[in-house]
């Protein structure tokens, strides 16, 4: 197997602060990996690393072969760089943007107009080509920053919280997008703050803490080894006696209780909410949801819930 | 994991005759009304400043008989000189101070950085496009010089002298600016150690001039303390220290090389001692010294701001 990206005992220091201590990662050749961490983890400083915007301390990063450091060039032309915040220009439409990146990249100007119609299409802003960007969307934004980054067809993609401060529909449609990237071949690292937003998308996680590297390895066997119970929340209509029966009857069931009414304040009287751990499969899921089903609990949800990353990194600072 | 051999990197792309950010940066600038009106103003306000100062020395030189008409040449063209280095000493920088900073607070350093333009590529954008504003203001202004040339009492050998000093002074600052831009964490911050600069080169000059006029100019013209005659050493030394005290800020470098080609009718050699049986030992002209020491400061300071940006974590 081939790694696009391998960083290597990378270490970076921003004066007395140390941002990074020794962090060792690869990526596989058109596969999507995550770095995930709280904020102050290191995330951003290590695709900046990556990017070759920044030179670690000691250690080194190498992009197809390429150190960050020896040939930043290189790394730039084989990387595009998507940060957390959108860079603007005033008075530029969308097209006009991406075509600016592109020339600058070096796309010779018979091509521009027409990968610019290509990559907005390709990001859904194809009918906002003449859109002045100060009136796009945070997520229309985010869609436009990658077709800028894709400007040079790079075959790295460092993609910066990519979801951070976009909306439901807008944090689909981005998904979608690095989905589909990711089809056509592209080697994508995306940072992220909260790991179960990565589920789906990567298949490979990095978990950062403090600049140190304190997890990694594939997405479904490290979310087991951080989750080993799956949280649930159920909520319903009427009396939770019968409902926190069916449900401490469930050999799968962990830690059943109710959520104080004022955890619910705002929702009408007659619904309550149960939290609980659950050990076992969807079908067994399932199971446990027929059984509330047939006991006459008129269930209005039943969803898994995201763990919080700080217990995560508990449970990896336990050594789960 | 073996490190997949890298791919083989695209042609050496096609370069745009014209830099794109270059591109970029003067459609910014010149998009909209706001350059042309800009333009207008400072026409409008050098014109009014031409035109009081014309109607003050019409006054005061009204009964000068057939002298009065130079003097109000001259005096226009004093007041319309000091206009353009205005402009070229606080108008220039202002348009560079915000360049690189800029781009930071705008969050798009990162993403020109990570493209394929270089340092330089980056800097001289950004300067042509600023630059390329100021000289067409200081350009925009030439035509007013006619009102002086009409009334006499200027020679074209002084106005050459004004507009390379207003340019020289205009590339300075402008680089000035941008070089702080480069090493400042903001922009205001940029602004301030600029026009700080600036100040101290303007002022700071003048005033160690003057301060130290009383020791120097008996030695340039041959004073030691005490009366005696200083030797021909100690009065070069001297000469060469006013020369130089002179040569720093363009007003004064500006207001010797006049007082030097009324005197002796030549306009790049300089002499402290013109009504001298000999003359006394010639100098480049302060203009002159100036022009080159600007374009010398403005070159190194480039280099420093193209390092700066080189860095690959600037």
């Known amino acids: 197997m081939t790694s696009a990206v391998e960083a290597r005992a990378v270490s970076r220091r921003f004066g007395k602060t140390i941002a990074l201590d020794g962090v060792e990662f690869s990526a596989r050749t058109s596969s999507a990996h995550g770095l995930v961490g709280p904020v102050g983890s290191g995330k951003t400083t290590l695709l900046r690393i990556l990017a070759a915007l920044l030179t670690p301390g000691s250690g080194d990063v190498r992009v197809y072969g390429h150190s960050v450091s020896a040939d930043p060039l290189a790394v730039r032309a084989m990387t595009g760089y998507v940060p957390s915040e959108f860079g603007q220009y005033s008075s530029m439409t969308a097209s006009e943007y991406v075509t600016f990146f592109a020339a600058c990249h070096g796309v010779p100007s018979s091509e521009r107009e027409a990968l610019a119609r290509d990559l907005l299409q390709l990001v859904d802003l194809g009918h906002r080509g003449n859109t002045p960007l100060e009136t796009l969307s945070p997520g229309m934004r985010r869609r436009l920053s990658l077709a800028r980054a894709l400007a040079h067809d790079p075959l790295v993609l460092l993609l910066d919280d990519p979801l951070a401060g976009l909306d439901p529909r807008g944090r689909v449609e981005v998904r979608e997008l690095i989905r589909e990237l990711r089809l056509m071949g592209k080697t994508i690292l995306i940072t992220s703050r909260n790991m179960g937003e990565l589920e789906g998308l990567c298949d490979h996680i990095t978990l950062l803490e403090r600049g140190h590297v304190v997890a990694a390895g594939e997405y479904g066997v490290l979310a087991a080894r951080l989750r080993p119970h799956r949280p649930m929340a159920i909520t319903f209509l009427g009396e939770s006696d019968a409902a926190l029966a069916v449900a401490a009857s469930n050999p799968g069931v962990f830690d059943a209780r109710m959520l104080s009414d004022q955890t619910l304040a705002g929702a009408p009287p007659l619904v309550s909410e149960m939290r609980l751990n659950f050990d076992g499969d969807y079908v067994e899921a399932s199971a446990l949801l027929n059984d509330l089903l047939r006991a006459g609990v008129q269930v209005v949800s039943f969803v898994e819930r995201a763990d919080s990353l700080e217990a995560m990194f508990e449970k990896v600072g336990d050594g789960a | ?314």
């Not at chain 2, 014209?18 to 909209?32: C, F």
């Not at chain 2, 002022?203 to 200083?230: C, D, E, Q, V």
Request: aromatic share 6%.
């Open chain 2, 1 to 314: 994991m073996e490190p997949d051999s890298a791919p083989a990197l695209a042609a050496a792309p096609q370069r745009d005759r014209i830099n794109p950010l270059a591109l970029r940066e003067l459609d910014a600038r010149m998009r909209g009304g706001h350059a042309a009106g800009l333009l207008g103003v400072l026409i409008f306000v050098t014109s009014g400043v031409a035109l009081l100062v014309y109607a003050v020395a019409a006054l005061v030189s009204a009964n000068q008989g057939a002298g009065a008409s130079r003097t109000v040449g001259t005096g226009v063209f004093y007041a319309l000189i000091g206009m353009q280095l205005i402009v070229a000493a606080f108008a220039a920088p202002a348009l560079t101070c915000g360049a690189i900073s800029g781009e930071r607070e705008r969050k798009t350093f990162d993403l020109l950085r990570s493209t394929a333009l270089t340092p330089w590529q980056i800097l001289l954008s950004k300067l042509a496009a600023s630059l390329g504003f100021s000289l067409l203001i200081l350009l925009a202004t030439l035509p007013l010089f006619s009102l002086a040339f009409l009334l006499g009492g200027i020679e074209l050998a002084q106005m050459g002298m004004a507009l390379c000093l207003s340019i020289a002074t205009a590339i300075l600052f402008s680089v000035l600016g941008l070089c702080a831009s480069c090493y400042a964490p903001s922009t205001v911050s940029a602004v301030v150690v600029t026009y700080g600069a600036i100040l101290m080169l303007l002022i700071g000059s003048g005033i160690l001039l003057l301060a130290l006029s009383g020791f120097l100019l008996p030695l340039t013209a041959g004073t030691a303390s005490g009366g005696r005659a200083a030797t021909t050493g100690e009065s070069a030394l001297a000469q060469v220290a006013t020369l130089g005290l002179m040569s720093l800020s363009p007003i004064s470098a500006f207001v010797s090389s006049m007082l030097n080609f009324d005197n002796r009718n030549d306009m790049l050699r300089f002499s402290f001692n013109p009504a001298g049986p000999a003359g006394g030992p010639l100098w480049p002209a302060p203009f002159a010294i100036l022009t080159v020491l600007y374009l010398l400061v403005a070159i190194v300071l480039l280099v420093l701001a193209a390092r700066r940006l080189g860095r690959i974590d600037p």
